[in-house]
């Protein structure tokens, strides 16, 4: 069946978040369906779209985001935007997404993954390791402060949220003497500038889906599948599905620090993960490996091979 495609009188609206890294996200979208059918800037629409998540005085706050809400902060308004037909697809950080979708919309189109690893930022010093005892660091990730204490327990950890031009300003003006930003993001905003160094993963592993960006869509809308199909990166498709069906199994929210990352290699699938105690005072890793097909399948057994290794209050542990 053919479907209609966008025109500059009726174009494809593509919902987002309006921070920088959002709309580059958008951006990059709206350039590959252009790409792919061969269609003009104005037969698409970037509509921004404010969610609770983009409050000033939540993004200011210095309580924890897991006291004000969780994934849905950043997507609530934007999956309402699209159920009643505002907009017709939206773009999202795939590592902002609860591992299941509101009813009547689905998450099948991944674009290519950037790069997965953190970056440690300071202005002072290159690695977490040239930290000197009882340094600040800023981070509002309960992963990434799981994950530093658990390797340096000796530091202190302060709430840090914002842009990236925000949380540099906080390093001048000495409230840390390091923070920790996504390389993906960097990369996408072309911040070569950033003083920063790239974590190994073996050093401090990722968030779940870190890098990739996923595009939204109405279940029933046959004309949006088609199109998103021509720009779905499979093989990211592939890793996210271990990745999130990990996540899923864990139950895993802004309130669990879980880390995981799957590569692939020659048909087989390689699933990294990792559970950490909210104070770092333990973590459990392990990887598991079989064929993409049964990635999912992976994620949760490996998911379920780390909690049988802890006890009941592992993740409620205060």
């Not at 987002?16 to 580059?24: C, D, E, Q, V």
């Not at 930022?121 to 530093?148: F, M, W």
Request: with cysteine.
């Amino acid at each position: 069946m053919t479907h209609a495609y966008p025109t500059p009188d009726a174009p494809l609206k593509i919902g987002t978040r309006g921070s920088p890294l959002a709309l580059a996200q958008a951006h990059e979208t709206r350039r590959r369906l252009m790409a792919a059918f061969d269609l003009p800037e104005a037969a698409f629409e970037v509509v921004v779209i404010h969610t609770t998540g983009d409050d000033r005085a939540l993004i200011d706050a210095d309580r924890p985001l897991k006291e004000v809400g969780n994934k849905g902060l950043f997507t609530k308004e934007i999956e309402e935007a699209m159920l009643d037909g505002r907009i017709d697809i939206a773009v999202h950080s795939m590592k902002d997404m609860p591992t299941e979708q509101p009813e009547g919309l689905v998450l099948d189109c991944n674009l290519p993954r950037e790069d997965t690893r953190d970056a440690f930022v300071s202005l002072n010093y290159r690695a977490i390791s040239d930290l000197p005892k009882g340094a600040v660091v800023g981070t509002s990730s309960l992963r990434r402060k799981a994950q530093l204490l658990n390797r340096r327990p000796d530091l202190e950890i302060v709430e840090f949220r914002g842009n990236v031009q925000t949380r540099l300003k906080k390093l001048e003006d000495g409230v840390a003497e390091a923070t920790f930003l996504a390389m993906a993001g960097l990369n996408r905003l072309g911040m070569d500038g950033v003083p920063k160094t790239a974590i190994p993963t073996d050093e401090m592993l990722n968030a779940v889906a870190q890098g990739a960006i996923g595009i939204e869509r109405r279940a029933d809308d046959m004309r949006v599948k088609d199109m998103l199909d021509a720009i779905h990166d499979v093989e990211t498709g592939q890793r996210l599905a271990a990745e999130r069906a990990f996540l899923g199994a864990l139950d895993g929210s802004c309130e669990t620090p879980i880390a995981a990352l799957a590569t692939l290699e020659n048909g087989t699938l390689t699933l990294r993960g990792e559970i950490l105690r909210t104070d770092g005072s333990e973590a459990v890793s392990d990887q598991i490996s079989g064929p993409i097909a049964e990635g999912p399948a992976l994620g949760r057994k490996l998911a379920e091979d780390l909690l049988s290794r802890v006890g009941d209050d592992f993740f409620d542990w205060r």
